[in-house]
């Protein structure tokens, strides 16, 4: 019987099974594809430090420094800086090589294996699979937005869900360095889009709240991008969990990534929660095997210190992200219009990534800003 089973082969449970095997721990994730990287979902917009924290190069399509914000009303903020914002990666490259470096610590990766649902009783937890049933000490759920493990521990749905289709256009952007990104309610009601140069292609997205469907926006921002007409290479959709669940832990049981809801709200991007909370996931369950008990007890060290390392950022996004989606297009034509200053655009230009409320201060602290914004959020200013 293993030490723990892992149930999905993505970036959280690779990268959980690593550090899990290299704790010595006997490790098995279960994958229900047949190799690690495909189908792709993902943008593969990371930061220098997201990357870094993978501990692994994923080939490099195009690096970032600034960005185009286009209004609702046409308004383009151009914001930006000297050092790369965000890299646009290869994100199968990405979770192949975290994939094989969790085999090289001794993770022992089974592909083709369909996990129906877990269930845990005082002696272990019991993975029901396509090939049979697994046990073990404990079962990571790291299967992704649709996790059968998060549901397995009772009621434990995701609170928003949003969907994302992006396509890759055989196109050169003209300025290899700089992204489009496109707010609006003919865009991306809800969310925003994205256009990413990656040399001679363009990467194309956005997402949308369901019932909206992104294909039929998809198809309008191309249009808009001037881009209908190029050749698509290729097509990818996914959801994106937003909000958080209930909970992230269970007897014998924890969930990482979207499995656990571990999205940043206002860019819907998962890859660096998943990279603090996998060496939080790997403590806590080498306390648990320090102590010899595998209940909740133990296993809540493990949400209050994901909670503790990033769980202020996401409530603050979502806060963020309720204001924005409450927003009409006026209203961002408004708060583009009080955004158009270079003090402004110098601080947006700062943005973290992986913390990109670290702006809301100074952006508030110019003149007339807080008045401003205060009316956006009574529902004024327009
Ligand atoms: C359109 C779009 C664009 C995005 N862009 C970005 C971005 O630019 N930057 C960023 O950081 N994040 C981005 N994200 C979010 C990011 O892709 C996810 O947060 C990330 O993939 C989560 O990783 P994960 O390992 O938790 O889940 P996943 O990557 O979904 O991996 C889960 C794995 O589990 C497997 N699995 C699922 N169910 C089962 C089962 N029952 N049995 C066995 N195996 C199973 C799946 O096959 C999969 O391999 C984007 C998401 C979407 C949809």
Known sequence: MPDVTVVGGGPAGSLSARLLAASGLDVVV???????GVPMHCAGMLSPETIRLSGVQPEILGTVNSADVIFPDGRVLEVGRRTPMIYAVDR????????????????????????????????????DTNAGTIRSD???????????????????LPLEIIVGMQTDIKYRMEDQERMVLRLGSSVA????????PMGDITRVGLCVSPPLRPADYLKNLLKISGLEDREKVQKFSGKIPIGGRRTSYANRTLLIGDAAGQIKPVSG??????FKAAPILNDTVNSAYNLGVFNSSVLALYERGWKKAFGREISKGARMRSLYTKMDDEQMNYVGKLFDTPEIKDSLGMIDFD???NVVRPILSQKGIKTGMLKVYLGKGR
């Open 269 to 274: 991007g998962g890859l660096f929660p998943i």
């Open 92 to 127: 199968a490259d990405l979770d192949r090589k975290l994939a094989d470096k969790a085999c090289e610590f001794g993770a022992d990766f089974r592909y083709g294996v369909k996990c129906n649902r877990a269930v845990t009783d005082s002696k272990c937890a019991t993975v």
């Open 30 to 36: 279960l994958e229900e594809h047949k190799q690690a």
């Open 355 to 357: 913390d990109p409320s």
């Open 189 to 196: 009601p809800g969310f925003f889009s994205w256009q990413l």
């Open 138 to 156: 404990i079962v990571v759920g790291a299967d992704g937005p649709s996790s059968k493990i998060a549901l397995s521990v009772g009621h434990n």
